[in-house]
């Protein structure tokens, strides 16, 4: 069955062989792999499941065998893995890697460039005060956003495409009306610049990640102009903020990346050790990528806190710049201070893929929510539009 | 308005609500506090107290009146009056003080403002002042004609020098100095220049003879000499008027399409010897502008070109004239090269000053240009500049080479390299009496060995030699006792400079009398003896250990001095004499030696070579090892044999996972074990196979434990707002549950700015003092110095704490008042017994401070507080009242007031009877000497287990034994201490200091907020242990009315 056969090549690939060998009977290896492949056949790619299904396998395995097989020897085991050559570069071949478009028209530099909901629109926010919204398909400048008093460092679009949020060198959090483009609503009460903001999911609150060492949510539907929380046990500047249905991650200088529970109303408190400059989760919400400063990016997983992996390779050092991961997450995309841009394999940690993208730091990386897309923005002032 | 309303007249003004006003202030309030700080301030609004943005009416400004809600106007009070623009242009107004003046004011002010003869050089009185001068000059010196001399015979200079300089410069007389062009010289040109048409085109019908003065409404003439005139009879007359100079350009202009006018042959001599003949300041211009155009002229362009994108008339070298020599110098190299390269001077004169700014977009003129707007993205290219510059040298180099003889050229290149640099007006010297002199290098001694040997361990070394006092009896007074082992101490740490220096500092006070061979003399010599001793030993073996690097064979001993541990027992009670306190002195320097990280545990001594066999291997297992201990992480990219099997390579990496384990077994074992007994077992062959599955996985397991440090995950509770649960949709967990008690942390953080940073001591580290140092003495008995120190640390803690602290936690306490009645009962006779050891105490940290200082060049404050040691010990007291809870605490508390309490008590209590009743509470700290100890013990066995309370938040290894840690870490770190000179003066300044720091808390390095993290942390410490138990809190409280008591008493 060449089904089989082509799972049993990516389980060699994977590695998994030392778990075989703790699988003491052939009866138990024949039924791990055949579980394997029923995890394989989701529709995700193989590498991006990598992880999980050691995982997987080995909770499995040891519910099997009644031995504790810890989970811990999955990271190690994902050091160890050898994807296939040509299965990675059948993926890495659908990296967006062409330029499509340029954005130009920022005076300056830019400092982040996001796609909106549903990738047809970006919006991009720089040191000269505005906030720009393009067709990054079709390379053009829709409208402008005005009203910041100084560099606008972060911009976040509700899921219904309808409001904006963005931050920036004022301490303000403004709330943009996307179609006029007013302002309907100005936070403020950090005590520093604002690093970073984002709608939770309903759009009904903003999150903002501040110099000031704290996290404040503000409440967009009442009037009032108090954040409705402020987190502040950060010990240095919060500089990215991400959120999920319900929680709220914060990323720090002082190394850690705080998950706020509302749920159960719990902290959890992962130290890395080094300034934590951007954390952005992968699609399946399991990790958390957390770019540090000194100049690498790990993965987290995030129910556990361990560290996964660490991508290594490119410039980072003293600039606040974004990563991300690709639709499928089997790649890992950050920028370089040099401007070229990294292609990391999810699982082996390898650089599949480096271009120089821009001629100064890039700044920002955003991954189109469904198509192999991807907008950088660079200190060089330009946008430009990456596709495969 | 209704209609209603028309019937009813108002009078007054109408009462306002009074929930209005609130509202109002209220938001005002608010306001202030988020909008003056957030806003620019043009966007700013001016409002009054309550709230209310004043309308002035519609055309007298709106909202706001005047400039910016001031009186005054853009331009100053008085605002601008209307001048028709027709007639005359509106000028900037002058204003001066008379403008703000009334009549009576200024005739007032007439006498007191006003030129006042002394300074009038220029004027009549000039003159008049300096004969008056003179004259009382003479009268003063002995002349050899008697009497006065009479005025006519000598008259001083009447003009001074400066007079003379502005007269050759072509000043006159009665005529301002600094701009006597203002209006009038427009006036003249432009007369200057109708003229100057005029005659020309005159000049073009009809020449006019050459000789005819013209006069120029400046009133100096050129006068074409006469044989020029006559060389240039059949020519065109040409005739040059050179208006006075106030930009050259347009003079420039004149004179060339004057000359362009004539179109006949002229020549450039011409022009430069009518500018010969001008006043000096005007030829230089002159000259400079017939330089520049010369060449053109001869080359016959006849048009005028613009070389640069100035408008008419502007001089880019108006206030700096040495650069126009430059750019000249430098367009006719150009020319010469034929090179358009374009001088990079003039941009670097003109570009923008503040260089770092962020391209394509300013700030408004309001703003204030900070740190904020620099263009961090932009690279220091500051030096390109002078690259470009460094480029064009070998060019020139080039060209001139092609010329035939090399000695000119290299002549030439010197000249030209020099004229680069030199200003107009002067020259360079052909011969410079400077001539370099070069010496040769010293001769070094060829006993000399290139090592610094410092003098200190030298001293302490040398002393070994000498003879043993002879073993005295320390005095009775336990007090003169503990003095001298501190002083002896000392000594023997800093040197004798010390001792002099105390000496000195303390001839007057009769408790110093041994230095000086007074009572305990003897004793003291023995005690510095004895110390030395130790100090040489230890400097020894130092010193051993540094020299020979290659020692094949550890003994025990020096490997556990490697390691960090307690020397035996045995050999310290050898060195010294028996006394108690030297065994505590032996120790203490012990302790504080655990602490110096082992520098050379990364390096694998010869034995430790687990796979000698196989060096590939060998190595590949040393990079294992250097990835292991120093990344802390493993690392994942397992990349050195690529070649291997995926197993195999597994199965290597076990192995070396089993020997670096066994490894580091072997060198953390008792002293009884062998070093090499690991290996040997390792060496047996012993190899881990996948079939050992249980081994690896065992030390799997360890290692993890012991190498992760990073990331590490922590838990703690966290209450969301219900409002945000009620916003992400979400049921609050905490729905109807109380407010959970504030987290400590937090709030003291919030408070305190604790970077956290305290994780530093590691957790083997402490673990390693846990294991070695007996428990029974480990906080309990301090020498003297520490105390000092600890004094110091105490006072910056207390003295750093911001009040508000104590509200904030203590604030809801009601029943501390009976705690606090216990306590102060019982404190009274502590109090007494207390005074001598706490005076003794002050003196000596009194001392070593001010010695301290000298050396380091600080002042220090003369008088220490000292009344927070009995705060301290009034501590002690408390586990009167309360139990096994509070006794945990007071042995993490240990402070230096509290020590020396317990010493000098423990003391007595061998020599004195134990005390009567009421004054139990000090067998009770004997008690506790010995509690606090196990107390250490169990606290460790919880850090090791990683046992947490969920509500409090320390990471810090929190015990007592980690703060002896940091008590020795502040020893090394003490002299940072100092110098940052936030300690110097410990008062309330400090306080203030602190409150500025944390005003400026971004520009706080990194080492400030490192010190800062310790110090606090320890603290919060304290405060977070202690919170169960209630007594204490009560001393707490007490401990801050300590504090206060004694800022009264400081005042």
């Given at each position: 069955?060449?089904?089989?056969t082509?799972?049993?090549?990516?389980?060699?690939?994977?590695?998994?062989?030392?778990?075989?060998?703790?699988?003491?009977?052939?009866?138990?290896?024949?039924?791990?792999?055949?579980?394997?492949?029923?995890l394989?056949s989701?529709?995700y790619?193989?590498?991006?499941?990598?992880?999980?299904?050691?995982?997987?396998?080995?909770?499995?395995?040891?519910?099997l065998?009644?031995?504790m097989l810890?989970?811990?020897?999955?990271?190690?085991?994902?050091?160890?893995?050898?994807?296939?050559k040509?299965?990675?570069?059948?993926?890495?071949?659908?990296?967006?890697?062409?330029?499509?478009?340029?954005l130009?028209?920022?005076?300056?530099?830019?400092?982040?460039?996001?796609?909106?909901?549903?990738?047809?629109?970006?919006?991009?926010?720089?040191?000269?005060?505005?906030i720009r919204?393009?067709?990054?398909?079709?390379?053009?400048?829709?409208?402008?956003?005005?009203?910041?008093?100084?560099?606008?460092?972060?911009v976040?679009?509700?899921p219904d495409?309808?409001?904006?949020c963005?931050?920036?060198?004022?301490?303000?959090?403004f709330?943009?009306?996307?179609?006029?483009?007013?302002?309907?609503r100005?936070?403020?009460?950090?005590?520093?610049?604002?690093?970073?903001?984002?709608?939770?999911?309903?759009?009904?609150?903003?999150?903002s990640?501040?110099y000031?060492?704290?996290?404040?949510?503000?409440?967009?539907?009442?009037h009032?102009?108090?954040?409705?929380q402020?987190?502040?046990?950060?010990?240095?500047?919060?500089?990215?903020?991400?959120?999920?249905?319900?929680?709220?991650i914060?990323?720090?200088?002082?190394?850690?990346?705080?998950?706020?529970?509302?749920?159960?109303?719990?902290?959890?408190?992962?130290?890395?050790?080094?300034?934590?400059?951007?954390?952005?989760?992968?699609?399946?919400?399991?990790?958390?990528?957390?770019?540090?400063?000194?100049?690498?990016?790990?993965?987290?997983?995030?129910?556990?806190g361990?560290?996964?992996?660490?991508?290594?390779?490119?410039?980072?050092?003293?600039y606040?710049?974004?990563?991300?991961?690709?639709?499928?997450?089997?790649?890992?995309?950050?920028?370089s201070?040099?401007g070229?841009?990294?292609?990391?394999?999810?699982?082996?940690?390898?650089?599949?893929?480096?271009?120089?993208?821009?001629s100064?730091?890039?700044t920002?990386?955003?991954?189109?929510?469904?198509?192999n897309?991807?907008?950088?923005?660079?200190?060089?002032?330009s946008?430009?539009v990456?596709?495969? | 308005?209704?209609?209603?309303?028309?019937?009813?007249v108002?009078?007054?003004?109408p009462?306002?609500?009074?929930?209005?006003?609130?509202?109002?202030?209220?938001?005002?309030?608010?306001?202030?506090?988020?909008?003056?700080?957030?806003?620019?301030?043009?966007?700013?609004?001016?409002?009054?107290?309550?709230?209310?943005?004043?309308?002035?009416?519609?055309?007298?400004?709106?909202?706001?009146?005047?400039?910016?809600?001031?009186v005054?106007?853009?331009?100053?009070?008085?605002?601008?009056?209307?001048?028709?623009?027709?007639k005359?242009?509106?000028?900037?107004?002058?204003?001066?003080i008379?403008?703000?003046?009334?009549?009576?004011?200024?005739?007032?002010?007439?006498?007191?403002?006003?030129?006042?003869?002394?300074?009038?050089t220029?004027?009549?009185?000039?003159?008049?002042?300096?004969?008056?001068?003179?004259?009382?000059?003479?009268k003063?010196?002995?002349?050899?004609?008697?009497?006065?001399?009479?005025?006519?015979?000598?008259?001083?200079?009447?003009e001074?020098?400066?007079?003379k300089?502005?007269?050759?410069?072509?000043?006159?007389?009665?005529?301002?100095?600094?701009?006597?062009?203002a209006?009038?010289?427009?006036?003249?040109?432009?007369?200057?220049?109708?003229?100057?048409?005029?005659?020309?085109?005159?000049?073009?019908?009809?020449?006019?003879?050459?000789?005819?003065?013209?006069?120029?409404?400046?009133?100096?003439?050129?006068?074409?000499?006469?044989d020029?005139a006559?060389?240039?009879?059949?020519?065109?007359?040409?005739?040059?008027?050179?208006t006075?100079i106030?930009?050259?350009?347009?003079?420039?202009?004149?004179v060339?399409?004057?000359?362009?006018?004539?179109?006949?042959?002229?020549?450039?001599?011409?022009?430069?010897?009518?500018?010969?003949?001008?006043?000096?300041?005007?030829?230089?211009?002159?000259?400079?502008?017939?330089?520049a155009?010369?060449?053109?002229?001869?080359?016959?362009?006849?048009?005028?070109?613009?070389?640069?994108l100035h408008g008419?008339?502007?001089?880019?070298?108006?206030?700096?004239?040495?650069?126009?020599?430059?750019?000249?110098?430098?367009?006719?190299?150009?020319?010469?090269?034929?090179?358009?390269?374009?001088?990079?001077?003039?941009?670097?004169?003109?570009?923008?000053?503040?260089?770092?700014?962020?391209?394509?977009?300013?700030?408004?003129?309001?703003?204030?240009?900070?740190?904020?707007?620099?263009d961090?993205?932009?690279?220091?290219?500051?030096?390109?500049?002078?690259?470009?510059?460094?480029?064009?040298?070998?060019?020139?180099?080039?060209?001139?080479?092609?010329?035939?003889?090399?000695?000119s050229?290299e002549?030439?290149?010197?000249?030209?390299?020099?004229?680069?640099?030199?200003?107009?007006?002067?020259?360079?010297?052909?011969?410079?009496?400077?001539?370099?002199?070069r010496?040769?290098?010293p001769v070094?001694?060829?006993?000399?060995?290139?090592?610094?040997?410092f003098?200190?361990?030298?001293?302490?070394?040398?002393?070994?030699?000498?003879?043993?006092?002879?073993?005295?009896?320390?005095?009775?007074?336990?007090?003169l006792?503990?003095?001298?082992?501190?002083?002896?101490?000392?000594?023997a740490?800093?040197g004798?400079l010390?001792?002099?220096?105390s000496?000195?500092?303390?001839?007057?006070?009769?408790?110093?009398?041994?230095?000086?061979?007074?009572?305990?003399?003897?004793?003291?010599?023995?005690?510095?003896?004895?110390?030395?001793?130790?100090?040489?030993?230890?400097?020894?073996?130092?010193?051993?250990?540094?020299?020979s690097?290659?020692?094949?064979?550890m003994t025990?001993?020096s490997?556990?001095?490697?390691?960090?541990e307690?020397?035996?027992e045995?050999?310290?009670?050898?060195?010294?004499?028996?006394s108690?306190?030297?065994?505590?002195?032996?120790?203490?320097?012990n302790?504080?030696?655990?602490?110096?990280?082992?520098?050379?545990?990364s390096?694998?001594p010869?034995?430790?070579?687990?796979?000698?066999?196989?060096?590939?291997?060998?190595?590949?297992?040393?990079?294992?090892?250097?990835?292991?201990?120093?990344?802390?992480?493993?690392?994942?990219?397992?990349?050195?044999?690529?070649?291997?099997?995926?197993?195999?390579?597994?199965?290597?990496?076990?192995?070396?996972?089993?020997?670096?384990?066994?490894?580091?077994?072997?060198?953390?074992?008792?002293e009884?074990m062998?070093?090499?007994?690991?290996l040997?077992?390792?060496?047996s062959?012993?190899?881990?196979?996948?079939?050992?599955?249980?081994?690896?996985?065992?030390?799997?397991?360890?290692?993890?434990?012991?190498?992760?440090?990073?990331?590490?995950?922590?838990?703690?509770?966290?209450?969301?707002?219900?409002?945000l649960?009620?916003?992400?949709?979400?049921i609050?967990?905490f729905?109807?549950?109380?407010?959970?008690a504030?987290?400590?942390?937090?709030?003291?953080?919030?408070?305190?700015?604790?970077?956290d940073?305290?994780?530093?001591?590691?957790?083997?580290?402490?673990?390693?003092?846990?294991?070695?140092?007996?428990?029974?003495?480990?906080?309990?008995?301090?020498t003297?110095e520490?105390?000092?120190?600890?004094?110091?640390?105490?006072?910056?803690?207390?003295?750093?704490?911001?009040?508000?602290?104590?509200?904030?936690?203590?604030?809801?306490?009601?029943?501390?008042d009976?705690?606090?009645?216990?306590?102060?009962?019982?404190?009274?006779?502590?109090?007494?017994?207390?005074?001598?050891t706490?005076?003794?105490?002050?003196?000596?940290?009194?001392?070593f401070?001010?010695?301290?200082?000298?050396?380091?060049?600080?002042?220090v404050?003369?008088?220490?507080?000292?009344?927070?040691?009995?705060?301290?010990?009034?501590?002690?007291?408390?586990?009167?009242?309360?139990?096994?809870?509070?006794?945990?605490?007071t042995?993490t508390?240990?402070?230096?007031?509290?020590?020396?309490?317990?010493?000098?008590?423990?003391?007595k209590?061998?020599?004195i009877?134990?005390?009567?009743?009421g004054?139990?509470?000090?067998?009770?700290?004997?008690?506790?000497?010995?509690?606090?100890?196990k107390?250490?013990?169990?606290k460790f066995?919880?850090?090791?287990?990683?046992v947490?309370?969920?509500?409090?938040?320390?990471?810090?290894?929190?015990?007592?034994?980690?703060?002896?840690?940091?008590?020795?870490?502040?020893?090394?770190?003490?002299?940072?201490?100092?110098?940052?000179?936030?300690?110097?003066?410990?008062?309330?300044?400090?306080?203030?200091h602190?409150?500025?720091?944390?005003?400026?808390?971004?520009?706080?390095?990194?080492?400030?907020?490192?010190?800062?993290s310790?110090?606090?942390?320890?603290?919060?410490?304290?405060?977070?242990?202690?919170?169960?138990?209630?007594?204490?809190?009560?001393?707490?409280?007490?401990h801050?009315?300590?504090?206060?008591?004694?800022?009264?008493?400081?005042?």
């Amino acid at each position: 069955m060449p089904c089989v056969t082509w799972n049993c090549r990516a389980t060699r690939a994977m590695g998994v062989e030392i778990l075989w060998k703790n699988l003491e009977s052939v009866m138990n290896r024949l039924i791990l792999v055949v579980n394997l492949t029923v995890l394989l056949s989701l529709n995700y790619t193989l590498t991006a499941w990598i992880p999980r299904v050691y995982w997987k396998a080995a909770h499995w395995a040891q519910g099997l065998k009644g031995r504790m097989l810890k989970t811990k020897v999955a990271p190690s085991l994902a050091g160890l893995a050898r994807p296939d050559k040509n299965k990675s570069n059948m993926s890495s071949s659908e990296l967006p890697r062409k330029e499509a478009n340029v954005l130009k028209g920022h005076e300056g530099a830019v400092l982040a460039a996001r796609f909106n909901s549903d990738g047809n629109y970006c919006l991009s926010c720089g040191k000269d005060r505005t906030i720009r919204l393009w067709n990054p398909h079709r390379g053009i400048h829709i409208k402008n956003y005005k009203s910041h008093g100084r560099e606008v460092r972060d911009v976040h679009v509700t899921p219904d495409n309808s409001k904006l949020c963005s931050c920036g060198g004022d301490r303000q959090i403004f709330y943009w009306d996307v179609s006029t483009g007013r302002v309907i609503r100005k936070f403020r009460g950090h005590d520093g610049e604002v690093n970073a903001v984002k709608f939770n999911e309903y759009a009904s609150v903003v999150v903002s990640a501040g110099y000031d060492r704290s996290l404040r949510a503000w409440d967009c539907r009442s009037h009032s102009t108090e954040p409705i929380q402020i987190i502040d046990s950060f010990l240095d500047t919060v500089m990215s903020v991400c959120l999920t249905k319900t929680e709220i991650i914060g990323g720090s200088v002082d190394g850690t990346v705080r998950t706020f529970d509302i749920r159960i109303g719990r902290e959890i408190s992962d130290d890395l050790g080094q300034p934590v400059n951007c954390i952005s989760m992968s699609n399946d919400g399991n990790c958390i990528l957390a770019s540090c400063l000194d100049s690498s990016i790990r993965l987290l997983d995030r129910s556990t806190g361990e560290l996964l992996q660490e991508y290594k390779g490119h410039a980072c050092k003293s600039y606040k710049m974004d990563c991300c991961l690709t639709n499928s997450d089997a790649h890992v995309i950050g920028g370089s201070e040099d401007g070229s841009i990294f292609f990391w394999d999810l699982v082996d940690a390898s650089v599949v893929s480096k271009f120089r993208a821009h001629s100064s730091v890039v700044t920002s990386v955003s991954y189109h929510p469904k198509d192999n897309c991807m907008i950088t923005s660079s200190v060089d002032g330009s946008v430009r539009v990456w596709k495969t | 308005m209704d209609s209603d309303e028309e019937d009813y007249v108002f009078f007054g003004t109408p009462i306002e609500r009074e929930e209005e006003i609130t509202n109002r202030r209220k938001k005002a309030a608010a306001e202030a506090s988020g909008n003056l700080r957030a806003l620019p301030p043009w966007k700013q609004e001016v409002r009054d107290e309550e709230g209310r943005r004043r309308f002035h009416g519609a055309f007298t400004g709106g909202f706001s009146a005047g400039y910016f809600n001031t009186v005054g106007t853009k331009e100053g009070w008085a605002p601008q009056s209307f001048t028709s623009s027709r007639k005359n242009r509106a000028e900037v107004k002058q204003q001066s003080i008379f403008n703000f003046l009334d009549e009576d004011e200024k005739a007032e002010l007439e006498g007191t403002l006003g030129t006042s003869s002394q300074f009038d050089t220029f004027g009549f009185t000039a003159a008049e002042h300096a004969r008056k001068q003179a004259d009382k000059e003479q009268k003063q010196r002995p002349s050899a004609i008697p009497g006065p001399i009479p005025d006519e015979l000598v008259l001083p200079a009447s003009e001074s020098i400066g007079v003379k300089l502005l007269l050759k410069m072509g000043w006159r007389h009665g005529r301002a100095i600094n701009d006597s062009r203002a209006s009038s010289l427009y006036d003249a040109r432009r007369e200057a220049r109708k003229a100057l048409l005029a005659f020309a085109s005159e000049d073009a019908k009809a020449p006019c003879p050459a000789d005819e003065p013209v006069e120029e409404p400046e009133s100096f003439t050129v006068q074409p000499s006469d044989d020029d005139a006559r060389s240039s009879q059949s020519l065109p007359k040409v005739v040059y008027l050179i208006t006075l100079i106030g930009d050259e350009e347009n003079l420039f202009h004149d004179v060339e399409s004057t000359i362009m006018r004539y179109e006949g042959p002229y020549d450039a001599a011409e022009i430069s010897d009518l500018v010969q003949q001008l006043p000096m300041a005007k030829t230089e211009v002159m000259e400079d502008v017939v330089n520049a155009k010369e060449a053109r002229f001869r080359r016959g362009i006849r048009y005028k070109r613009f070389l640069d994108l100035h408008g008419l008339g502007y001089d880019p070298f108006k206030h700096a004239p040495e650069f126009r020599e430059k750019k000249r110098l430098h367009l006719l190299n150009d020319k010469q090269r034929g090179d358009r390269k374009t001088m990079s001077i003039k941009d670097s004169l003109f570009g923008s000053k503040s260089g770092k700014a962020a391209p394509g977009f300013g700030i408004g003129a309001l703003e204030e240009y900070d740190a904020e707007d620099e263009d961090i993205y932009a690279a220091g290219y500051d030096f390109e500049e002078t690259c470009i510059e460094d480029d064009e040298e070998p060019s020139r180099l080039g060209i001139e080479s092609k010329q035939p003889s090399r000695l000119s050229i290299e002549s030439k290149q010197k000249v030209v390299a020099r004229d680069q640099g030199v200003l107009p007006g002067f020259k360079v010297a052909s011969v410079s009496d400077y001539q370099l002199e070069r010496f040769d290098p010293p001769v070094i001694p060829k006993d000399f060995a290139p090592h610094h040997k410092f003098p200190g361990p030298l001293e302490t070394l040398k002393k070994l030699d000498v003879p043993s006092p002879p073993e005295v009896p320390p005095p009775d007074d336990s007090n003169l006792k503990l003095l001298i082992e501190g002083v002896a101490k000392l000594v023997a740490r800093c040197g004798k400079l010390f001792e002099d220096l105390s000496r000195k500092k303390n001839q007057s006070n009769p408790l110093f009398s041994f230095l000086s061979g007074g009572n305990g003399h003897d004793y003291y010599e023995r005690r510095l003896w004895e110390e030395h001793q130790k100090f040489g030993v230890q400097a020894k073996l130092l010193l051993d250990g540094k020299l020979s690097p290659s020692m094949q064979k550890m003994t025990a001993e020096s490997r556990g001095k490697l390691l960090g541990e307690k020397p035996l027992e045995r050999s310290s009670r050898e060195t010294t004499s028996s006394s108690v306190a030297s065994g505590e002195f032996q120790l203490q320097f012990n302790l504080s030696d655990t602490f110096k990280k082992p520098d050379s545990f990364s390096k694998l001594p010869d034995v430790a070579k687990p796979f000698k066999d196989d060096p590939a291997k060998q190595e590949r297992f040393e990079q294992f090892l250097k990835e292991k201990y120093e990344g802390g992480l493993r690392s994942t990219g397992y990349t050195v044999a690529s070649n291997m099997s995926e197993a195999a390579r597994a199965r290597e990496k076990l192995d070396f996972e089993a020997a670096a384990e066994a490894i580091e077994k072997g060198k953390r074992g008792k002293e009884s074990m062998v070093s090499t007994q690991p290996l040997d077992f390792l060496a047996s062959g012993m190899q881990f196979t996948s079939g050992g599955l249980e081994q690896v996985e065992n030390g799997h397991a360890e290692d993890l434990v012991t190498k992760k440090m990073y990331p590490r995950r922590e838990e703690f509770q966290w209450r969301p707002a219900p409002v945000l649960c009620k916003r992400f949709d979400l049921i609050d967990p905490f729905m109807g549950k109380p407010p959970p008690a504030p987290r400590a942390r937090s709030k003291i953080d919030s408070l305190l700015f604790i970077p956290d940073s305290v994780k530093v001591a590691k957790p083997e580290e402490v673990a390693i003092t846990n294991r070695d140092v007996p428990a029974a003495q480990t906080g309990a008995q301090m020498t003297i110095e520490d105390v000092a120190e600890e004094e110091i640390e105490i006072v910056a803690e207390n003295v750093e704490r911001p009040v508000d602290l104590y509200k904030a936690i203590f604030s809801d306490d009601s029943d501390d008042d009976v705690e606090d009645l216990n306590t102060k009962k019982v404190e009274d006779p502590e109090k007494k017994t207390e005074v001598a050891t706490t005076a003794l105490n002050r003196l000596i940290a009194d001392d070593f401070l001010e010695s301290l200082g000298k050396e380091l060049g600080f002042e220090v404050p003369p008088d220490t507080p000292y009344s927070t040691n009995k705060a301290n010990a009034l501590r002690i007291e408390t586990p009167n009242s309360d139990s096994g809870n509070a006794k945990f605490s007071t042995g993490t508390y240990l402070n230096p007031g509290n020590e020396t309490a317990q010493d000098g008590d423990s003391q007595k209590n061998k020599s004195i009877p134990v005390r009567s009743g009421g004054y139990n509470s000090s067998k009770h700290t004997v008690g506790l000497l010995n509690m606090s100890g196990k107390v250490n013990e169990d606290k460790f066995a919880q850090e090791d287990k990683k046992v947490k309370s969920p509500s409090s938040r320390q990471r810090n290894w929190s015990s007592s034994s980690s703060s002896d840690d940091e008590r020795s870490r502040k020893h090394s770190k003490r002299h940072r201490h100092r110098s940052s000179g936030s300690y110097s003066d410990p008062s309330s300044d400090d306080r203030e200091h602190y409150r500025s720091r944390s005003k400026g808390k971004r520009e706080r390095s990194s080492r400030e907020k490192s010190s800062h993290s310790r110090k606090h942390s320890k603290h919060h410490k304290h405060r977070s242990r202690d919170s169960p138990s209630r007594s204490h809190r009560g001393s707490e409280r007490e401990h801050s009315e300590a504090r206060k008591e004694k800022r009264k008493r400081r005042d």
